[in-house]
Structure formats: structure tokens, C-alpha cells
């Protein structure tokens, strides 16, 4: 079976990486670009993140996605060294947030 991945590097989806305007921005297209095909990788071309944008961008993502589904359909290629620990960290936080009752 053939799957369908779209390449995209993050400056194409926000211009500075470091609010969390910007962020809910780069995860709305990323978004509309899973509703187009099945995965999605994304090139952090080894820039640094804020936490603000991460948590808004890949964070909210993940828990929008859950957790299982964002390992399946993301991607996410050459984050810088500094910027892993803090996606790792949102992604863990937004998912665990999300999966509590309301």
C-alpha cells in the first residue's frame, strides 16, 4: 500500500517560529494538509523553537490528533538538538492534558 506523505519545511508554513499566533497558524495548515494525505513531514531545517511555539504548533497537534495518531502521521525531521527535549515535553503534555476527563 502506498502512503501518502507531503514534505514541507517549516518556514513554509510560519515566517518566525517564536509566537503563539505563528504557531496556531503553521498547526491550522498542517492540519488542512492531513485532511489532504496521510502524513505529513516536517523539515524544522534545525532552527530553534520558543516554547510558545511549539506548544501551540506541535503541542496542540498532537493532542488535537492523540497521541498514537500523531507518531502514525507526523513527522518531524531535523529539529535542532536544544528544540527536542521542549517537543518532546509538549507533545507528552498536551496529549496527557487531553486524554483527562472534563
Do not use: W, Y
Not at 42 to 50: A, E, N, P, Q, Y
Not at 54 to 65: I, K, N, P, S
Not at 70 to 91: A, T, W, Y
Request: proline share 4%; net charge positive.
Amino acid at each position: 500500500m502506498m502512503i501518502s506523505t507531503f514534505s514541507v519545511s517549516i518556514e513554509e508554513l510560519a515566517r518566525e517560529l517564536t509566537t503563539r499566533p505563528a504557531g496556531a497558524q503553521a498547526r491550522a495548515q498542517l492540519l488542512a494538509l492531513l485532511r489532504e494525505h496521510e502524513s505529513v513531514d516536517i523539515d524544522f531545517r534545525h532552527r530553534s523553537l520558543t516554547p510558545s511555539f511549539a506548544d501551540e504548533c506541535v503541542g496542540q497537534l498532537a493532542a488535537r490528533l492523540g497521541l498514537d495518531a500523531f507518531k502514525q502521521r507526523v513527522k518531524l525531521s531535523n529539529l535542532s538538538e536544544s528544540s527536542r527535549p521542549l517537543v518532546k515535553h509538549v507533545i507528552l503534555t498536551r496529549c496527557a492534558a487531553a486524554a483527562l476527563p472534563h
